[in-house]
């Protein structure tokens, strides 16, 4: 069964550091661009980063130069390093999967980071 | 970049056929036909129902069908049921320096 599963949320002061994982299983981790999406406690969601399968990344104007995604196919895992966290940045992060149609096929339960003093 | 407008809930009874429009521009719904639409229940990741505008994935039920009219897309769910009650979203690519990929505003589905 493919899956993706998320974990590394957590309660962090602003300005503090916190680092996602997402195991995936089931499919060819390697072959697939991936994706990091957020959903603030009662929004909508809102994409954040990805990483393709040949390394490139991208990341949305709000998080560039504070998030860092990242990939490591061997063990068939993606991650997502957020530092100087911002209250704006607490939100539930899934990991998705994406298709060559821009669609996501494949997504994680989410992790919850919570930012507060 | 704004997220795509969606109607913020929409509700039918059981058995009935509700439509959740999702506006943007001629930048991104008008001019890409990868629109994609997700279902999320409470506490779940959300669920790929549409890709390509109109094409369902292996295993979503045909009550489930998109289509796109200009800078509009639309999901149609025919025969309302209780497990459709959720939030429904659309994406699409988009690639600006703001963001690559946009999502609808949500809309809450209520079945009656």
């Known amino acids: 069964e493919m899956q993706l599963a998320e974990s590394g949320g957590g309660l962090v002061q602003p300005g503090g550091s916190l680092r996602l994982s997402c195991a995936a299983s089931g499919f060819m981790f390697r072959d697939y661009d991936m994706h990091w999406v957020r959903q603030g406690a009662g929004k909508g969601l809102e994409w954040v980063s990805s990483?393709?399968?040949?390394?490139?990344?991208f990341y949305a104007g709000s998080v560039r130069g504070r998030f860092t995604v990242s990939r490591e196919n061997a063990n068939n895992s993606l991650y997502l390093q957020m530092n100087s966290l911002q209250v704006g940045d607490a939100a539930v992060y899934f990991c998705?999967?994406?298709?060559?149609?821009?669609?996501?096929?494949?997504w994680g339960q989410g992790t919850m980071v919570s930012v507060s003093s | 970049q704004s997220a795509l407008t969606q109607p913020a809930s929409v509700s039918g009874f059981s058995g009935q056929s509700i439509t959740i429009s999702c506006t943007g521009t001629s930048s991104d719904v008008g001019s890409y036909n990868f629109v994609s639409w997700y279902q999320q229940h409470p506490g779940k990741g959300p669920k790929l129902l549409i890709y390509e505008t109109r094409t369902r994935p292996s295993g979503v039920s045909n009550r489930f069908s998109g289509s796109k009219s200009g800078n509009t897309a639309s999901l149609t769910i025919s025969g309302l049921q209780a497990e459709d009650e959720a939030d429904y979203y659309c994406c699409t690519f988009v690639g600006s320096d703001a963001s690559h990929f946009v999502f609808g505003t949500a809309t809450r589905v209520t079945v009656l």
């Open positions: 998705a999967r994406i298709t060559r149609s821009d669609a996501y096929d494949l």
């Open positions: 990483i393709g399968a040949a390394g490139d990344t």
